[in-house]
């Protein structure tokens, strides 16, 4: 799997360095097909798609997972899902390379630069590790089939240059190879660790995460917004950490539940909570962001992981949900 991850990051890097992007080359000549060669029909079918691959999906998918299926696990994915996330955003940031529209006059609602696709590592991070938690044909079919779809769909909008694409998964791959590999010892570094211990480490690894971001978005020229987009994320991931962290000790929740229906009551719960968020960003988005905006952003994020991970599950249980 890293083989290939390091075999695709070659052929991107190849391409978009020594070809360039001219109007000869293969990451314009497959854009400029499907930009004059694709149907209203498929912009639809593709534009669903490649909505799969947005935040708020792995979010909803990350919620049932951890109410009522395995709360562990669910955490698991969470760390994958930030950590690809945060890489994918420290490489946009590194290379700083224009999306198609640049070359094209296509617009789209895409800010971010282009190289290499978030929707296409993080799909591929994602679903893999869900795979490797569920090792059954239909998982797995899912874990390979959906983030190949999702790829497709941003090379069809003309969302993407092949080449993004083809480094998202080559990072992609590679990430989830280690994370695979990793996540054992990892798991059994911590099983005796106090909470302190554990705590400690969700702040440092946040710190980690934080720095390139910080750093890249400083220099060489300051770009504030974004950096605050970015550092959401990780105030997710903190907040997340140490309420998992202490979470068995104060509230003890359990998956287990004794009628089904109790496990919809558990996801609606969080669904109000999310909407709330989401209605949020939806109505208090002014261009550009002002001051106000970027703090509530990280503090709501971060206040996320208390609410989530804390409240609501002690709620839960004192309704014998």
Avoid at 212 to 241: C, G, Q
Wanted: proline content about 3%.
């Amino acid at each position: 799997m890293s083989v290939v991850g390091v075999a695709f990051i070659v052929a991107a890097m190849v391409l978009v360095y020594i070809y360039g992007r001219g109007t000869t080359t293969l990451d314009y000549m497959i854009s400029d097909f499907f930009l004059n060669s694709s149907s209203s029909i498929g912009k639809r079918i593709f534009s669903t798609i490649t909505y799969l691959g947005e935040a708020i999906i792995y979010v909803a998918v990350l919620v049932i997972l951890y109410y009522v299926w395995d709360k562990k696990k669910a955490y698991r994915a969470i760390v994958a899902l930030v950590s690809t996330t945060v890489i994918n955003a420290s490489a946009k940031l590194a290379f700083k390379l224009p999306r198609p529209d640049d070359t094209f006059g296509h617009k789209i609602d895409e800010t971010s630069y282009g190289l290499p696709s978030g929707h296409t590592q993080m799909s591929t991070d994602f679903w893999g590790v869900l795979g490797s938690f569920v090792v059954k044909w239909g998982m797995l079919s899912i874990s390979i089939v959906l983030p190949l779809l999702i790829a497709f769909s941003r090379i069809y909008l003309v969302e993407h240059w092949f080449t993004d694409v083809l480094m998202g998964f080559g990072i992609g791959l590679i990430f989830l190879a280690i994370f695979i590999v990793v996540l054992k010892p990892v798991e059994n570094y911590f099983e005796d660790k106090s909470t302190t211990t554990k705590i400690l480490w969700s702040i440092a690894t946040s710190i980690i995460f934080a720095t390139p971001i910080v750093l890249l978005n400083l220099f060489p020229s300051v770009e504030l917004e974004s950096m605050v987009d970015n550092l959401s994320y990780i105030a997710v991931f903190t907040a997340v950490s140490i309420s998992y962290a202490i979470e068995g000790k104060v509230v003890g929740f359990d998956n287990k539940m004794d009628k089904w229906w109790k496990g919809i009551l558990r996801v609606l719960f969080a669904v109000v909570i999310l909407a709330g968020v989401f209605l949020y960003g939806m109505f208090f988005d002014p261009e550009p962001a002002t001051t106000l905006k970027m703090v509530l952003d990280l503090v709501i994020y971060a206040l996320l992981g208390p609410v989530l991970i804390l409240l609501l599950p002690w709620i839960i249980k004192k309704l014998n949900l």
